[in-house]
């Protein structure tokens, strides 16, 4: 069974840093490119950034708004995709989801909540 | 830019009656058109992808159409669990992928 499994959430102060994990299983995560999507609450669905295979050149995109301050990144020895975010805004208060990507997302976690707030 | 808009915002179906979402895009995306359902404390679940594919599991009741700017999202026959929020995205333009603003599709 495919699963995604977020982790790292949590209340952090204006200007801060976290890094959120996607811990992967269930199918051969080093062949897979993987993006992260975000969702303010009460909200829509945002593309955050996606990172393809190491295979395919491991190379990053990012949407806009975060270029710059948020970098994707993976490990697939640990079947583990990261996504650090730096210089945290109120407006990216949000819940995180990582999924698979194949242009469109086929699987998705249950995402992690990052609260900014002082 | 690329922007993907959906409409009604809002949609009132009663079970068993069909539901008709619709989702434009402001320039020509093919057929690169996806379809979410989302319920309330869940993450996404893909329907449909290529306009018109329905995803792995998904009832036949769901199905997909468009190709270009103008794209649609019909369940046949709505049951109870269909009640959600429905977002399109397309993955054909940069920005890489645009969700639509969403459908709520509510019990009449």
């Known amino acids: 069974e495919v699963q995604l499994v977020e982790s790292g959430g949590g209340l952090v102060k204006p200007g801060g840093s976290l890094r959120l994990s996607c811990a992967a299983s269930g199918f051969t995560f080093s062949n897979a490119w993987m993006s992260w999507v975000r969702q303010a609450p009460g909200k829509g669905l945002e593309w955050v950034g996606r990172i393809k295979s190491n295979i395919d050149g491991g190379t990053t995109d990012y949407a806009a708004p975060v270029k710059g301050r948020f970098t994707i990144s993976r490990d697939d020895s640990k079947n583990t995709l990261y996504l650090q975010i730096t210089s945290l805004k109120t407006e990216d208060s949000a819940v995180y989801y990582c999924a698979t990507d194949r242009g469109y997302g086929d699987c998705w976690g249950q995402g992690t909540l990052v609260t900014v707030s002082s | 830019e690329m922007v993907m808009t959906q409409s009604p915002a809002t949609l009132s179906v009663s079970p068993g009656e069909r539901a008709t979402l619709s989702c434009r895009a402001s320039?020509?995306?093919?057929?690169?058109v996806a379809w979410y359902q989302q319920k309330p404390g869940q993450a996404p679940r893909l329907l449909i992808y290529g306009a018109s594919t329905r995803a792995t599991g998904i009832p036949a009741r769901f199905s997909g159409s468009g190709s270009g700017t103008e794209f649609t999202l019909t369940i046949s026959s709505l049951q109870s669990e269909d009640f959600a929020i429905y977002y399109c995205?397309?993955?054909?333009?940069?920005?890489?992928?645009?969700f639509g603003q969403g459908t709520k599709l509510e019990i009449k």
């Open positions: 995205q397309q993955y054909n333009n940069w920005p890489l992928y645009t």
């Open positions: 320039q020509s995306v093919s057929s690169n």
